[in-house]
């Protein structure tokens, strides 16, 4: 394996960064100083500043709350980028997404695979959102979101869906989506001249955001990952 790839795989740093570090002689391989375009055979051990890089991470699967103006990218060019946001101590990247104005939980992870099971259209997992409106919902705006909305922009019309009014909240209402179109449900709500004020997800499949202040996160219990996989599995 080339040691950029070996590097970025193990969470350390981008391929680029990892050139960088390598052409700036901080890299090692076993005794000898790494150079560009180096392999890592089987069995050798890599350094960094002195530091041995394990070949592997353990699997990480993070819970983040979201805060309004974070944006859902790992490139460092983006000032406010997620994964600077979260600071973990190795290298994950946003299940998805939650555009910038949005808040509440997204999941980050160093798991391809779990990932793409998580995103995939058609085993149409639940994602549950708290919106404020601009102006009351009535139950005409409810039955419209519910049965699906024809979005202009996307020629596409969205699923069925679960959408309830908020007793006591007359601008808000809960709703469960089983797709990720982009900004779904603001362009749902423009449809029928509405504009959300503000967009909170609180849950994602069995993964919720209680416990977790905003602008924080904890890693996946063991509870919850075992019923996250079966739930996984159900849909194979």
């Keep these: 394996m080339r040691i950029n790839k070996y590097l970025s795989e193990a969470g350390v740093c981008s391929r680029r960064e990892a050139d960088r570090l390598i052409a700036e002689g901080k890299v090692m391989i076993e005794d000898r100083t790494a150079g560009l375009g180096d392999n890592v055979n089987e069995g050798e051990r890599v350094y960094v500043n002195g530091k041995e890089v394990p070949r592997e991470n353990a699997p990480v699967l993070l819970l983040y709350n979201k805060p309004k103006g974070i944006v859902c990218t790992a490139e460092k060019r983006e000032r406010n980028n997620i994964v600077d946001a979260v600071g973990y101590k190795t290298r994950v990247y946003p299940v998805g997404r939650l555009d910038k104005d949005s808040t509440g939980l997204i999941l980050l992870t160093n798991q391809g695979e779990l990932s793409n099971r998580i995103l995939k259209a058609r085993y149409h997992h639940e994602k549950e959102y708290i919106v404020t409106v601009n102006r009351p919902v009535d139950d005409r705006f409810l039955r419209a979101m519910a049965s699906g909305v024809y979005l202009t922009e996307l020629d596409k019309k969205t699923r069925p869906c679960f959408v ?39 849950r994602i499949m069995n993964l919720t955001l209680d416990g977790i202040e905003e602008g924080k996160y904890r890693e996946i219990t063991e509870a919850e990952m075992n019923e996250l996989s079966k739930l996984l599995e159900l849909k194979e």
């Design 164 to 202: 309830e009014g908020i007793p006591g909240e007359k601008n808000m209402f809960r709703i469960i989506l089983t797709q990720g179109l982009n900004r779904q449900i603001r362009r749902m709500c423009e449809e029928l001249s509405y504009k959300v004020r503000e967009l909170k997800r609180i």
